[in-house]
DNA sequence: CCGCATCCGTCGGGATACTG
DNA sequence: CAGTATCCCGACGGATGCGG
């Protein structure tokens, strides 16, 4: 059963508590930033949240108008994603994890779920404005993502593209890492932690536009 | 004794809520944006935290370093207050209260403390650029702030000013109602649930800018 | 297998009383 | 005034069941 407790205050800050303020509701948000998920990859992207949780959250969340639960086109299967207001949020997630970055990281063994990675990325990024556009695509925790690196600005899709520089198959936790050191891009490829196809500058572009150059 | 527990996820955003995530955190932060508060204050404006609680996450927001405990100025009483990184949460905490604005009210009896009508205040205030400047001195909830309209702006800082247009003393609830509905001035000085001392318009024009005109 | 529902143990959080 | 101590309940977390 859901939970209905509320700080009973109407301000607004308050209120909006009321609403995604309980355990895992905002990571369930963050999940959904990129593109809709179903409740399998859900859990798959919050290991440590319990299912029933998980199930409680996503009726609230349903309920109260963040998230919505249906097939996102004809037939497909039944995903979440979220709502007009729901998106709404996503500036102020993405402020939140910029902030976040500065705490101390949870000691291992830590989850690392593809979005969290891809949103960091999109939010990390300064790709050189004078860089050729280039494209890449991402297999990452069991998804192809596209990425599209012009004019200064780096931008993450859910799915594949027609027309990729390159692709990159590796662990989220293993993109982190590399972003936090794109030197060691070749080790990676040569240890087959990660796997390439096609230009492998476009992946080192990609990774120091999103290491802040 | 403060709680431990974590998301055990190394994304920013559920770092960030390993912080500021547990269940008040946040409303206690909103409470020390204006300016910093005492325990006694802060149980106040957050009447429905229980002591032991509030305790805990104060603790506990101290150890993060979201807040600093310790006399503001020379020997004066304890205060809380944010820290430099601590404040760097406003512009999120206020983003999350304009989205909450579209939340439901939770029903009576609702608490809202200075602090939260004032933020609303700020954040929804769009003062006349052309109406000349205006001061005025607010007594709310127990403190004196000073409400400052210049150059399309609505500014709240704590404490006296030297020179104000006019004076208003109000419950912070009633001062909601008249941003809701600035109309309803007159009626609510001559019933006595407000007082104004000076320049009625001056009163008036601010509550017209904080009702977005 | 996916999408939950149910059962149960634990712990965070709420209310009240009390202390330096 | 500024918290602490205590008790209790509900939310959370883990495991398992189960219908489609």
């Known amino acids: 059963m859901p939970t209905s407790r509320s700080y ?3 301000c607004g800050i308050a ?6 303020g309980e355990r895992w509701a905002l990571l369930i948000v963050r999940e959904l930033l990129l593109t809709p998920q179903r409740f ?3 859990r798959q992207a919050l290991p440590n949240v319990s299912s029933n949780v998980l199930a ?3 009726r609230e969340l ?5 998230i919505r639960h249906g097939p996102a086109d004809a037939e497909g299967p039944k995903v979440y994603e979220l709502t007009e207001w729901g998106r709404k949020l996503e500036p ?3 402020a939140l994890g910029t902030w976040g970055i500065d705490a101390p990281q949870p000691p291992e063994p830590a989850a690392l779920s593809a979005s969290s990675v891809l949103i960091y990325l999109e939010d990390a990024a300064r790709p050189d404005p004078t860089a050729p556009p280039t494209v890449c695509r991402l297999e990452l925790g069991g998804r192809v993502w596209t990425v599209r690196l012009a004019d200064g600005r780096l931008q993450v899709q859910a799915g594949e593209t027609t027309t990729a520089d ?3 198959r590796a662990e989220p936790k293993t993109l982190s890492t590399l972003l936090a050191d794109p030197s060691a891009l070749e080790k990676k490829c040569d240890d087959g932690s990660i796997t390439v196809v096609g230009d ?14």
């Open 15 to 20: 209120r909006a508590l009321d609403v995604v």
């Open 8 to 10: 009973w205050d109407s």
């Open 92 to 94: 102020i997630v993405r």
């Open 40 to 42: 399998s990859e859900l």
């Open 56 to 58: 409680d959250r996503l």
């Open 166 to 168: 390159a692709s990159l």
């Open 200 to 213: 492998l500058s476009a992946i080192r572009r990609l990774l120091y536009a999103g290491s802040g150059r």
């Open 62 to 66: 349903e309920n109260r108008g963040v």
